[in-house]
């Protein structure tokens, strides 16, 4: 009955037009009303607690990192880059978009922040060598929906807060499954562009490529040292995040000066934004976190798909398509401060690698990213882009069916993820 209660406060909270921060904690003052227990002070305590978390201050650096590296042109150098090297094969500027998308992921970990700086440089110069808007449109969404699951992530931070699991472990074991992402659409593009009457790029020469290369070099070199950092020990993710901003600021300001001193409170102000948001929707939903825990919410689904428990490659593939329903309703951080807290318990119980399942479970949440009616990084490319919303749909259709199957091919076969997470471990 606790399960009813919990489910049906939120969606019902949702379904009004109530913001998720307030429906979760709508939904935790219904629990302790239905229990017996109301107490204001559970919720201040909680969400007080929620937020003071060392972990947590990667968040708003990470953040910060991301603003500081579009507003100083870190981004635009790494497409630079990207053009110089592939631009001139058949469908180049598509693999140029993948490219570029992962190694921005390896900086921001923003799907919104990645998918705006390619849509804005790319969709015009794609539409002007006769690619499909749609088509282009829709693999660029694909793209940035990378950012999430290679490290640094700010997903997988709050997956790790929420769930008490390491976050360096998360990130490690990120990174193979990020960059599979990035080839299924390589594949798949160079498969559903060929029909396209494209106009590939000139050939850069070998002088121009090595002029990119050197212009992009302080931007290549950000991934390197916060991943090789964290990887050696020598720093935690939450000193990687401030590492990374101040690193981002130095080179905007000093090295390519496109970040003058009079963007910066701007910067800050965008960055502040975004942190607000998230740290907001962290700490309502520890407190419905605390009541599911209380009112042994996770026992009562587990009765319910007991039969699972000893099939865990079952029991992961159902979750699955749990997490791809509830994704195309809510975006990637509701999804996962609602979700984790009841389905950690039962993954536990089943044997199942909880880093495994964090993998799965964000990149499950990135695809909900692209997936209609909320779908934010669609509305994104829609928005920058200038391309409507619909035609965006309909373009993104192969690339989304090439992330699901690779999701599906992860719940086959673990071993693509646990075996080199291991080794990076």
Request: one cysteine or more; hydrophobic letters at 60%; charged letters at 10%.
């Amino acid at each position: 009955m606790t399960l009813l209660v919990f489910i049906a406060s939120l969606l019902s909270a949702m379904a009004i037009g109530v913001p998720v921060a307030f429906a979760l904690m709508f939904c935790g003052v219904v629990l302790m009303w239905f229990m017996g227990m109301f107490n204001s002070q559970i919720i201040a305590q909680n969400m007080i607690i929620g937020a003071d978390t060392f972990t947590l201050l990667a968040i708003p650096f990470f953040v910060l990192a991301g603003e500081l590296m579009n507003s100083g042109g870190l981004s635009k150098r790494i497409i630079e880059f990207a053009i110089a090297c592939v631009g001139h094969i058949r469908g180049g500027l598509g693999i140029v978009a993948i490219m570029a998308a992962v190694i921005m992921a390896s900086i921001s970990g923003s799907a919104a922040a990645d998918t705006a700086a390619l849509a804005a440089i790319l969709i015009p110069m794609m539409a002007k060598a006769g690619y499909n808007v749609p088509r282009s449109a829709g693999l660029i969404a694909s793209g940035g929906i990378i950012a999430p699951v290679i490290p640094p992530s700010m997903a997988f931070i709050v997956f790790g807060v929420s769930a008490n699991v390491s976050i360096t472990q998360l990130f490690m074991a990120g990174i193979v499954p990020g960059l599979l992402m990035g080839l299924s659409l390589i594949v798949t593009w160079q498969f559903v562009v060929r029909k396209d009457n494209i106009q590939p790029l000139p050939k850069a020469p070998m002088s121009a490529r090595i002029n990119a290369t050197g212009r992009a070099a302080w931007a290549l070199g950000m991934p390197v040292i916060i991943l090789g950092g964290i990887k050696a020990g020598v720093v935690t993710p939450t000193e990687a995040a401030v590492i990374a901003a101040f690193y981002a600021l130095f080179v905007g300001m000093v090295i390519y000066r496109e970040l003058k001193p009079r963007d910066l409170p701007h910067v800050i102000l965008q960055a502040a934004k975004t942190t607000s948001v998230i740290m907001f929707l962290v700490c309502a939903a520890l407190v419905s976190a605390w009541l599911i825990t209380a009112a042994n919410i996770p026992a009562e689904i587990t009765s319910y798909i007991e039969p699972l428990i000893d099939r865990p490659k079952l029991l992961v593939f159902a979750i699955m398509i749990l997490i791809l329903i509830v994704g195309t309703a809510l975006d990637l951080t509701p999804t996962i401060l609602i979700l984790t807290p009841v389905l950690m318990p039962i993954i536990k119980q089943a044997g199942v690698d909880p880093i495994y399942f964090g993998v799965m479970f964000i990149m499950n949440c990135c695809i909900g990213l692209i997936t209609p009616p909320v779908g934010v990084v669609l509305n994104v490319v829609s928005g920058v882009g200038r391309v409507p919303l619909g035609k965006v749909v309909t373009g993104i259709v192969p690339f989304l069916l090439a992330q699901t199957a690779l999701l599906m091919l992860f719940v086959l076969f673990p071993e693509i993820i646990t075996v080199p997470a291991q080794w990076l471990r």
